[in-house]
């Protein structure tokens, strides 16, 4: 049984060596509907007997999984694969009702989870190493394999409670390793489900496993002797403390955090083509995607054109429950995430920016408990104000008028995150000059969320991202394995030819 049920609401469980156990821990989280505030479930604050037992498990699988042949290990994902697909539309609804975000957002979250699946089915070819006959001398070969550690970790945030996950495990299973997840306790129930598909695939006991908590769970696999490496995502504060932690203790690490991206409106965008893709950058989730795109710098007589357009846009968004048909914008994920924000943009405010569009302001009668924050707009958001340094999380927007090009690159390159940038222009010379010089891991143009497809890797830079190796695709399988080189001479295996070779 994957929940215990407690006066109707269930309490989640941890799966361990391929089974479901009920945490160690005595203290649970509450897991509430954003757009109703209704309790959906309690989530168990794991500690450190709980993650021991999961390490404990997924150390004893790791040599006969990893003796499996990757294309013996590549079947498990095509059934994954396969289970996901099937399940995909309950996967998506709850999502929303413990995220917020819309139905159709939710479906692009597990269609790119999906996909994450489906590149690691290619392992056999991504984690295939290289040689060189005679490459260190005459006689003498030299090649290069790769080949799997032993337990990783990821620890995942809220915005995206399925996709995320997918960044990470399926490349490092693939590649042989076990692993443990530590959700979110924030929406750790789309999780809950997966693995219960994931039991049906059936892979060997103790190769996944799950773990629910918060802090304490995350610092017990930070300090388990026997993690190998830690994947995580998540503001950067928390991303800075997890590198460092995990780093002292010897682990890899890549540790992703939080962002303030940029759009750059030059005088010659077609505003006309690309102004969906703009709102969608702005307020697709509320706000809460790491891509959002939350600083608009129009190059100069773009910015009143940008202003109307976008302002006027804004106040077509319907808020309400994502479930609902026709909602474009949802609740932000708790309270405390609403309070926070409602608090940024009077601080805003208070600083001199104006309020063009003001969230703080917005009512949803048929969900009067939900944590609503409407689409804000700030104009004349200077870069010495908190609002243009710290990253909101929310649906609001600031517009920070630049006088040319390099102005606008120069603001992005000052900003301490890395993650995006994006232009928006007909210029292919002003394109280039600012994917050349935009010191960001991802950059759009004419594109709003600049986010990497499974196969390339989801970059970042600077304190957006903590580590050299990112998550997904080709980069993922390095970071989940180690290179070892095999040098190889034999006696008389040097005579240099052959009798018939090259007739
Ligand atoms: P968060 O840092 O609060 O939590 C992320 C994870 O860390 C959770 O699993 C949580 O349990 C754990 N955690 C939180 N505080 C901790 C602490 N003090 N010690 C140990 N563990 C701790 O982040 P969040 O609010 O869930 O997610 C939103 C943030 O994630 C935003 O800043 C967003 O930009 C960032 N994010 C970044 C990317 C990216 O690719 N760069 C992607 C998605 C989200």
Redesign the pocket.
């Known amino acids: 049984m994957v929940a215990t049920v407690e006066s109707g609401v269930q309490t989640l469980r941890n799966y361990v060596g391929g089974r479901w156990v009920t945490a160690e821990a005595s203290s649970t989280q509450e897991v509430r509907n954003p757009a109703t505030d209704e309790v959906l479930a309690r989530v168990p604050l794991s500690g450190p007997s709980d993650v021991d037992a999961a390490v404990v498990a997924a150390a004893a699988a790791f040599p006969s999984w990893r003796a499996t042949p990757p294309q013996e290990r590549a079947r498990y994902f095509f059934k994954l694969r396969h289970l996901l697909d099937e399940h995909r539309e309950e996967l998506a609804r709850l999502i929303v009702s413990e995220m917020g975000k819309t139905l159709d957002d939710a479906r692009g979250e597990v269609q790119r989870g999906i996909d994450n699946v489906e590149t690691a089915c290619g392992i056999p070819t991504l984690m295939m190493g290289y040689g060189l006959e005679d490459g260190a001398a005459r006689g003498i070969d030299e090649e290069v394999v790769f080949q799997p550690i032993g337990v990783f970790t990821a620890?995942?945030?809220?915005?995206?409670p399925f996709m995320?996950a997918f960044w990470f495990w399926p490349y490092a299973v693939a590649s042989g390793n076990t692993f443990i997840l530590?959700?979110?306790?924030?929406d750790p129930m789309v999780q809950q489900r997966v693995f219960e598909l994931i039991e049906q695939v059936g892979f060997p006991p103790g190769v996944i496993n799950l773990v629910n908590?918060?802090?304490d769970?995350?610092?017990a696999l930070l300090d388990h002797p026997t993690v190998k490496g830690v994947s995580?995502?998540?503001?950067?504060?928390?991303?800075a403390?997890?590198y460092a932690r995990a780093a002292a203790n010897g682990k890899r690490v890549q540790a992703?955090?939080?962002?303030k991206n940029a759009i750059v409106v030059m005088p010659d965008a077609n505003m006309d083509a690309y102004l969906s893709t703009i709102m969608n950058s702005f307020y697709g989730a509320a706000g809460?995607?790491?891509?959002a795109n939350s600083l608009v710098l129009p190059v100069g007589e773009a910015h009143d054109a940008a202003r109307e357009r976008v302002a006027e846009a804004a106040r077509g968004l319907r808020l309400g429950d994502g479930l609902e048909p026709g909602v474009d914008l949802g609740p932000v994920v708790s309270a405390t995430a609403r309070d926070r924000i409602f608090a940024a943009i009077g601080s805003a405010v208070e600083e001199g920016a104006e309020a063009v569009l003001d969230g703080r302001q917005v009512r949803v009668p048929e969900r009067p408990h939900g944590y609503f924050v409407g689409p804000t707009l700030l104009d004349g958001v200077r870069p010495e104000m908190r609002a243009y340094r710290e990253?909101i999380?929310g649906p609001v927007v600031g517009m920070t008028p630049a006088g040319d090009l390099d102005e606008a690159i120069g603001l992005i390159n000052a900003a301490e995150y890395g993650?995006a940038a994006s232009i928006f222009t007909e210029s292919g010379a002003a394109a280039r000059t600012f994917r050349y010089g935009v010191e960001t891991g991802n950059v759009g143009i004419n594109v709003g969320v600049a986010a990497p497809v499974s196969y390339f890797p989801?970059s970042?830079a600077k304190r957006?991202?903590f580590g050299s190796l990112h998550?997904q695709g080709r980069d993922a399988v390095r970071f989940y394995t180690q290179s070892k080189v095999v040098i190889t001479r034999w006696t008389g295996g040097d005579r240099g030819t052959v009798t018939g070779v090259g007739r």
């Open positions: 620890i995942t945030p809220f915005n995206f995320i530590k959700p979110s306790e924030q908590g918060g802090r769970a995350v610092n995580f995502v998540g503001a950067t504060q928390t991303a403390y997890v992703s955090g939080g962002a809460q995607r790491c891509l990253e999380f993650n989801f970042g957006s991202f998550p």
